[in-house]
C-alpha cells in the first residue's frame, strides 16, 4: 500500500468513506471521480490530492506524517522506504532527566552504524547520521528514544516518524520489540537478552568487561535491523487486511 491508495487524511472522510471508495473502484487518487462521496466531500478530496500529489512529488515526507493519523502511517512507508533510517537507543533506565544514553543504532541503506557513550556519540555525529534521513523508523520510539535523545543532546528531532509500536497495535501485536518480534517470527542471535540486560551489560561495561560493551552493541543493532524486517512484516498484514479485501469486494 501507497500514500495514494489513502483518502482518509481528507477531512470529512472515515475508513467507511474510504471502503466504499475502494469498493467502488477507485483504489488511487488517480481513479477518484467526484461520483464517491457526495459533491461536499468530492471538493475536499480533490483539494486534498492535488496538495498530496506536489508534496509526494517533493518528497515531503513530513506532510504525510502530519496528515495521518499514528496507527496509519504504515500506509506512506513504501513511498519513502529509500530514504527511512531505522533508530534504537540503549540506556542505563527510563528517566531522560537522570539517565545515560549509552548506545544509539542506526540502520540505513543495509547499513548500521553504532554510536557508543564516550567513544564517539555525540550531538554532532547524531546529527551527521541523520542529516540526510527522510523518515525516521522505531519502536516505541516517539515515547522513548526520541525524547530521551532530545533531552541527553539537546537535539530537535523533527523528522517524520513512523513508530512501528502504533500499527503494530492495530494487528494486536503488543508489548515490547522483542515479543512483536517472536509473535511475527523475527528470529535473534541472543533472544535471551532484554532490556534489563541492556542495562546490566552497560555497568559490567564500565567495570572493566570489554566483552559486555560487545554483547550489549550486538544485541542493540540487532534491534535495529530487525525494525527493517518488522515494518516489512506489518505493511504487508495490514495491507491483506485493510486494502485488499475492500479493493477486491467490487
Known amino acids: 500500500m501507497r500514500a495514494e491508495n489513502s483518502f482518509i487524511?481528507?477531512?470529512?472522510?472515515?475508513?467507511?468513506?474510504?471502503?466504499?471508495?475502494?469498493?467502488?473502484g477507485v483504489r488511487t487518487w488517480d481513479e477518484f471521480d467526484g461520483e464517491v462521496p457526495g459533491p461536499a466531500d468530492a471538493e475536499a478530496v480533490y483539494s486534498f490530492i492535488d496538495r498530496a500529489?506536489?508534496?509526494?512529488?517533493a518528497g515531503d515526507a513530513d506532510f504525510f506524517a502530519s496528515a495521518f493519523p499514528s496507527?496509519?502511517?504504515?500506509?506512506?512507508?513504501?513511498?519513502?522506504?529509500d530514504g527511512a533510517?531505522?533508530?534504537?537507543?540503549?540506556t542505563t533506565g527510563l528517566?531522560?532527566?537522570r539517565d545515560d544514553v549509552?548506545?544509539?543504532?542506526?540502520?540505513?541503506?543495509?547499513s548500521t552504524t553504532t554510536l557508543?557513550?564516550?567513544?564517539?556519540?555525540?550531538?554532532?555525529?547524531?546529527?551527521?547520521?541523520?542529516?540526510?534521513?527522510?523518515?525516521?523508523?522505531?519502536?516505541?520510539?516517539k515515547r522513548f528514544d526520541v525524547p530521551f535523545l532530545e533531552e541527553s543532546f539537546d537535539l530537535g528531532l523533527d523528522l517524520p516518524h513512523l513508530d512501528l509500536m502504533y500499527p503494530c497495535r492495530r494487528l494486536d501485536l503488543t508489548g515490547g520489540l522483542k515479543q512483536v518480534e517472536q509473535e511475527v517470527g523475527i528470529d535473534r542471535d541472543r533472544p535471551d537478552l532484554s532490556g534489563r540486560d541492556a542495562v546490566r551489560l552497560w555497568h559490567e561495561y564500565e567495570r572493566g568487561r570489554e566483552e559486555a560493551l560487545?554483547?550489549?552493541?550486538?544485541y542493540n543493532r540487532d534491534d535495529t535491523a530487525n525494525l527493517e524486517r518488522l515494518v516489512d512484516v506489518v505493511t504487508d498484514r495490514l495491507h491483506e487486511d485493510v486494502f485488499e479485501p475492500a479493493a477486491a469486494d467490487r
Open 9 to 24: 487524511p481528507v477531512s470529512g472522510v472515515g475508513e467507511t468513506t474510504e471502503r466504499r471508495l475502494w469498493r467502488s
Open 214 to 218: 560487545e554483547t550489549l552493541v550486538s
Open 85 to 90: 533510517c531505522f533508530l534504537d537507543i540503549e
Open 102 to 110: 549509552t548506545v544509539v543504532s542506526l540502520h540505513r541503506a543495509g
Open 53 to 57: 500529489r506536489d508534496r509526494l512529488a
Open 116 to 141: 557508543v557513550r564516550e567513544r564517539g556519540l555525540t550531538a554532532e555525529a547524531l546529527a551527521d547520521e541523520l542529516a540526510d534521513a527522510g523518515l525516521l523508523v522505531t519502536y516505541n520510539g
Open 95 to 97: 528517566s531522560e532527566q
Open 71 to 81: 496507527g496509519e502511517q504504515w500506509r506512506f512507508y513504501e513511498n519513502f522506504r
